[in-house]
């Protein structure tokens, strides 16, 4: 898992809690705290634990969207003090202005996207809410040479033990994430949810403003949980599944359900069929 032809070595020594860290190639480092394994895939994340000891600063990125959570990232990255050459992509919208609040560059092909990652900088983060949309484009602008990179807001609590972040997710500010959380990547965390002990997270899950994902549970990859849902202690949730907002889960989903209520009862099934 170490190691990297080419790839920046920077050995740390710190009193009590940075035993070593080394970087990857897609900016995922592990870092091992107290002899607990936490492994960050970003600079940015573990800077955001560590902002002490903040050794390496880029504030040059591609993001993919020019409206809606594309503007959530933007607020993370004017948190984080990284808006110094900050470019958006959108080649899907029509009414697309030059520049987004007149200040940040819209790329609008997948050419210039290519220039801006060979050029200027690699790394791409995905300003789209919806998690299919999120993965084509990951895997879209991963072919052109881009490194999914994670956004996440200073302002957030994330536990020192145990915690691992998959490369591209990004979490807004106001989210509490316990110890022991395991997070896939393109994951988005959306303000003030609340991520408890011994969870496990798919990948390009979207997790709407309040939601609770109590003690031990399992989400799934592509899953969906509304504004303000609670998935009880323990509750194992498929993929695809379409939590409604308010939704109170208190036994498990299979896979492709939407679910809602209180207590949530499967609604549909087949939801993405
Ligand atoms: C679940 C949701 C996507 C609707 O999905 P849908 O497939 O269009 O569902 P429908 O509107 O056809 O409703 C199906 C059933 O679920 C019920 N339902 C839908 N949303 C519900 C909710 N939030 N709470 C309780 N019941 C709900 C409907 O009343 C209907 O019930 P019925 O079959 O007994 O009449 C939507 O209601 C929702 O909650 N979205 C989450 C929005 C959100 O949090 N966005 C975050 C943006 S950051």
Request: charged content about 15%; aromatic content about 10%.
């Amino acid at each position: 898992m170490y190691g990297r032809k080419g790839g920046a070595y920077l050995p740390h020594i710190l009193t009590s809690h940075v035993l070593r860290f080394q970087f990857l190639n897609e900016w995922q480092a592990d870092y091992l705290v107290n002899n607990q394994l936490v492994v960050y895939h970003s600079v940015e994340m573990m800077n955001h634990q560590r902002s002490n000891y903040c050794f390496l600063s880029r504030s040059i990125m591609l993001i993919i969207g020019a409206k809606g959570f594309a503007k959530d990232i933007l607020e993370i990255l004017q948190q984080n003090d990284e808006l110094n050459q900050l470019v958006f992509y959108d080649d899907l919208s029509s009414d697309v202005e030059a520049e987004l609040f007149g200040e940040f560059p819209i790329l609008k092909s997948m050419e210039e996207a290519e220039q801006y990652f060979l050029n200027v900088d690699a790394r791409f983060s995905i300003g789209i809410g919806n998690p299919n949309l999120r993965a084509e484009m990951y895997h879209k602008f991963t072919a052109l040479g881009g490194l999914f990179h994670a956004t996440i807001s200073p302002k957030t609590e994330i536990g020192h033990y145990g915690v691992s972040i998959g490369k591209g997710c990004n979490i807004l500010s106001g989210v509490k994430i316990s110890n022991s959380v395991e997070i896939g990547m393109g994951t988005m965390i959306y303000y003030n949810s609340i991520i408890n002990h011994d969870v496990v997270i798919g990948d390009f899950v979207e997790i709407s403003p309040g939601a609770m994902v109590l003690g031990n549970c399992k989400i799934g990859s592509f899953t969906h949980i509304g504004s303000g849902a609670i998935i009880l202690p323990g509750v194992i949730i498929g993929d695809y599944v379409k939590i409604a907002a308010g939704a109170v889960v208190t036994h498990n989903m299979p896979d492709n359900v939407m679910t809602a209520g209180v207590p949530a009862i499967i609604k549909k099934i087949n939801y993405y069929n």
